[in-house]
Structure formats: structure tokens, C-alpha cells
């Protein structure tokens, strides 16, 4: 079956390091994806992994696993304004995307 | 930017009524979803279209319908509103089949009473 899983709700501090886990089983493999979504709003693309290794981009960096179907999302230099949820989704053989339930983030000052 | 846009913010509707969601999107995308967001749950693919005129079962499509009589517009069409459709709908647009990244709408809090 087809599965991802990630944790429910994390607390950081501001000015922290957080990372987020998404582990993943999905019927064939085209990309992992990060999502970002602020309470009552759209999710906005935040990145895209199809091959192992860290992409980094500002202060968001994303890392893939294909061997052991884990992805993480490291924020840097937490702010206020990164509370939020955020979404794993894998792309299936069939270009469609499997999202995970999302990760709550919670920023304390 | 690409926008898409949703019709609605927030919607109260009674059992049994018909019940359409209206999306916009503004890039000339080939492909548009429509999801339901719920609760400790991942967004649930309910339909998608990757043409104008075609349309593909997604993972929840019972109770639903959808029409993209244009390459720009996507309706989600709940033929006969029940409690159990009371969620957040999210559409989105994406360019083609196999790029990668999709553009959401705001949302549509429905709420069948």
C-alpha cells in the first residue's frame, strides 16, 4: 500500500534549527515534495527532491533517502512567521501525488 | 504569479442540496485537481483533469462530480450535499502531467448543515 507518514505537531524555539521527518512507502517513485501551509490558507510549494542528497534553498533545506524512503525539511533561523503546517507528499508512478497528514509547527519566542 | 482562485471562501449548505465549487486558474495549466482537506488527514484526491473535457477518478470520488468545459475552469459538483461533506476543498493547477510543482487556490470552507 501506499503510505506516508510524518510526525503530527513539533515546538521550536525562534532563531532554532527544526527538522522535520517523512518517511514514505508509495507504489514507484517520481519526487518528493515539501508544502507549506499557514492556517486557512493555500499550501505553497516550498521543494522538490527526485534524487538523494540535501537541496538547499535559504533557509529551508530539503534531504532525500530513496533507499530508505525517509525525506526531511530543515528550517534554519526560525521565525515567528514559519509557524505553520507542513506537508510531505510523494509523486507515484502514475504522476499523482500521496500526501502525508502534515506537521504542525509551532514557534515559541 | 499563477493564481487560481476559488469562488468561495465560505459555504453553508443544507442536506440534499446541490452544491457546486467553482476554480479559476490563470497560467494556461493542462492539469487541474480537486482535494478534500480534513483533519489529521493528508490532502484526498477527489477528481482531477488533465484536458478540457476529460476527467479522472481520484481516491474519493463518491458523491462527486466534476466539469472543465474550459481549459481554465474546474468544477467540483456535490450532487446531493450530506454532513459527511462538511471539509476544506482545495483545488489546484499544475502545467503538465509529470511537472512538479502544483499552485493552490485559497480554499472553500463548506459546511452542510
Known amino acids: 500500500g501506499q503510505n506516508i507518514d510524518q510526525p503530527t505537531e513539533m515546538t521550536a524555539t525562534e532563531g532554532a534549527i527544526v527538522q522535520i521527518n517523512c518517511t514514505y512507502q508509495t507504489s514507484g517513485f517520481n519526487g518528493l515534495f515539501w508544502y507549506q501551509q499557514h492556517a486557512g490558507e493555500a499550501p505553497t510549494f516550498l521543494s522538490y527532491?527526485?534524487l538523494d542528497g540535501l537541496e538547499e534553498k535559504g533557509r529551508f533545506s530539503s534531504f532525500l533517502s530513496r533507499s530508505k524512503g525517509y525525506s526531511y525539511l530543515l528550517l534554519k533561523e526560525l521565525q515567528m512567521k514559519d509557524s505553520a503546517s507542513y506537508l510531505c507528499a510523494t509523486m507515484d508512478s502514475n504522476y499523482q501525488l500521496i500526501w502525508g497528514a502534515g506537521t504542525k509547527l509551532i514557534i515559541k519566542p | 504569479d499563477v493564481k487560481v482562485t476559488q469562488s468561495s471562501r465560505y459555504l453553508v449548505k443544507r442536506t440534499g442540496e446541490k452544491v457546486f465549487l467553482e476554480c479559476v486558474q490563470d497560467m494556461d495549466h493542462e492539469n487541474m485537481f480537486w482535494y478534500r482537506q480534513d483533519p489529521g488527514l493528508g490532502l484526498r484526491l477527489i477528481y482531477f483533469?488533465?484536458?478540457?473535457?476529460?476527467?479522472e477518478k481520484g481516491d474519493i470520488p463518491e458523491g462527486y462530480s466534476v466539469s472543465r468545459e474550459k481549459k481554465e475552469r474546474f468544477s467540483l459538483i456535490l450532487e446531493s450535499a450530506s454532513t459527511n461533506q462538511t471539509s476544506m476543498y482545495l483545488c489546484a493547477s499544475s502545467l503538465r502531467i509529470e511537472v512538479t510543482e502544483a499552485f493552490f487556490g485559497q480554499g472553500t470552507r463548506l459546511t452542510v448543515v
Open positions: 527532491n527526485v
Open positions: 483533469s488533465y484536458d478540457v473535457k476529460m476527467k
